[in-house]
């Protein structure tokens, strides 16, 4: 049997079978046979969604970020703290380059990424040609997926609640929830994302 070529096969992400592409008709889109991961999808209107869901992402970051995400109470006093304050606390002395990184790795990396998702698909849900350098900037939206660790934060704050939950009285505020919802829109939007549609719309003039 003569094998197809290389540019016509695409492996599952997830459990690396092989799969003959094609383009896909506008209300069609290819799952893997064994895993049923999803692999292509219609391009205008996953493009879209994407761009949609990166948006939405982008504005719950900063509200999760700026709005009180813990309020603290014991023996009648109670303090209220953003995530960006108490990054802010610690931006001195030997402690800086920590709150640096809890910075960088819970909001600069996911709104770098939101930004360079939105900046390869907007021309191209358009239907017009890619952005300059669309390649560079959606491989570097690849390369920092596993760094965006707003699930890891979520889960190393629901820890730490329990622990303090018997010293002091502890109630969440609007940015533990736009944090919940912010993962949430993350899950889908990966699940709007075919890498092998992106590049093959990217690599087309
Ligand atoms: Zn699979």
Redesign the pocket.
């Known amino acids: 049997m003569q094998e197809p070529p290389i540019d016509q096969l695409i492996a599952?992400?997830?459990?690396?079978?092989l799969h003959h592409a094609r383009h896909l008709g506008e209300n069609e889109r290819a799952a893997?046979?064994?895993?049923?991961?999803l692999l292509i999808t219609p391009r205008a209107r996953s493009f879209l969604h994407v761009i949609a869901l990166s948006f939405t992402a982008m504005i719950l970051m900063i509200a999760a970020v700026f709005f009180p995400f813990l309020k603290i109470s014991a023996q009648g006093f109670s303090h209220a703290s953003s995530v960006f304050e108490v990054a802010m606390a610690f931006s001195d002395g030997l402690l800086a380059p920590l709150s640096l990184a809890v910075l960088m790795l819970i909001v600069g990396l996911p709104i770098v990424r939101f930004g360079a998702l939105i900046y390869t698909l907007w021309p191209l849900a358009n239907a017009r040609p890619a952005w300059p350098h669309a390649r560079r900037v959606f491989r570097l939206a690849e390369e920092l997926e596993p760094w965006a660790m707003a699930e890891i934060f979520i889960i190393g704050t629901g820890v730490a609640l329990v622990k303090i939950g018997g010293l002091a009285s502890v109630s969440l505020g609007p940015a533990f929830w736009a944090f919940c919802a912010l993962i949430i829109v993350n899950a889908l939007k990966n699940a709007f994302l075919s890498q092998w549609t992106i590049w093959d719309a990217i690599g087309q003039k």
Do not use: F, L
Not at 12 to 17: L, S
């Open positions: 599952c992400p997830k459990c690396d079978a893997c046979a064994r895993c049923g991961t």
